[in-house]
């Protein structure tokens, strides 16, 4: 069973962010400081080893640190990411997920070219980190680890926390990923997600219905993408978001977010989109947000247009406006 521990935030700036755990005592326990310091204080005296950070908000509010979900399973398999070179990363087998670990094992990538664009983006600036909303088994995430970026990873399957864990661990990532188990949408409360045979990545989440209170049903807290402000600082962001269909929710509950955080760019899964209302939906709302669609290429910066969205690449990036 995971032990959970309550947190609360101290402190945080650019330059220290200090969070805390409350005891059964009346002191505070440090947790983690930022990646700017060399510093790690463990939650256990005597504890040297460092470990990644798994956090989840529940619907209290409260933030709770997972203290066991790194432990190694046995169904694990170690495999090397091509870019970049030497990186580790724990995947599923082929039978039970085909197409991104399957991806891995055979080529030792996965969508590499859009791996390779959001690594260009985080190289044009050191000070942005990674929001990796929809992380899976952290191909982007080990990336911007592995070139020195923050992460900060957003999943709901325990089975892809867990890889992304013993990922980290491998690659010594420990003081630049921070994982986050809860489901993004417009509204805090439950809601249900369906997961496929054979295909991981193609697990998706759904809003609860009075119809869907049967017994066995996947449930997960969800947050709002402005939670995350409640322990961390946002300055410059990079966020790549791959959800399933669910990008419209989380970018209505971000209007917080993306007016004190600067997001300079974000990676969409679009696919989806392109024929229904809700891409006309996000279109607006990132508009709003101070966003410009345009391909997904760093040598090609055209900007796409909403009377085209039919004929959309299925990803695209969104550049904040007025960027140099």
Avoid at 76 to 104: C, H, M, W
Avoid at 207 to 229: C, E, F, N, R, S
Avoid at 295 to 309: A, F, G, K, M, Q
Wanted: with cysteine.
């Amino acid at each position: 069973m995971t032990r959970l521990i309550i947190i609360k935030v101290l402190s945080i700036n650019t330059n220290t962010t200090l969070v805390a755990v409350k005891t059964t005592s009346t002191h505070f326990i440090p947790v983690f400081e930022s990646y700017r310091s060399a510093k790690f204080d463990n939650i256990s005296k005597g504890q040297t080893e460092k470990k990644v950070r798994v956090l989840s908000r529940r619907e209290h509010g409260q933030w709770f640190e997972q203290t066991d979900t790194c432990e190694m399973q046995p169904d694990f398999i170690r495999a090397q990411l091509k870019e970049p070179v030497n990186t580790p990363i724990y995947v599923y087998n082929k039978a039970t997920d085909v197409f991104v670990s399957g991806s891995i094992l055979t080529e030792g990538m996965w969508e590499g070219d859009l791996v390779n664009q959001t690594r260009d983006f985080l190289m044009e600036d050191r000070e942005r980190v990674l929001l990796d909303l929809g992380s899976n088994v952290g191909v982007f995430s080990l990336m911007a680890a592995k070139i020195g970026r923050k992460v900060f990873s957003v999943d709901i399957l325990a089975g892809n926390i867990q890889r992304l864990c013993a990922s980290s661990l491998a690659g010594h990532f420990q003081d630049q990923v921070t994982i986050i188990q809860n489901a993004l949408s417009d509204e805090r409360g439950n809601v249900t997600y369906k997961t496929y045979r054979g295909n991981v990545g193609g697990t998706f989440v759904k809003k609860l219905d009075g119809v869907q209170t049967a017994h066995g049903i996947k449930i997960i807290p969800a947050i709002l993408l402005d939670d995350l402000l409640e322990i961390f600082k946002f300055q410059k962001v990079v966020i790549k978001m791959d959800v399933e269909t669910f990008e419209e929710q989380i970018l209505k509950g971000g209007k917080k977010f993306f007016t004190e955080a600067r997001v300079d760019y974000l990676l969409m899964e679009f696919g989806y989109h392109r024929t229904r209302p809700s891409g006309r939906s996000i279109i607006e709302i990132l508009d709003k947000y101070g966003m410009t669609p345009m391909l997904p290429s760093v040598h090609d910066v055209r900007n796409l247009t909403d009377s085209e969205i039919r004929a959309w690449p299925g990803y695209v990036t969104w550049k904040r406006k007025h960027l140099k």
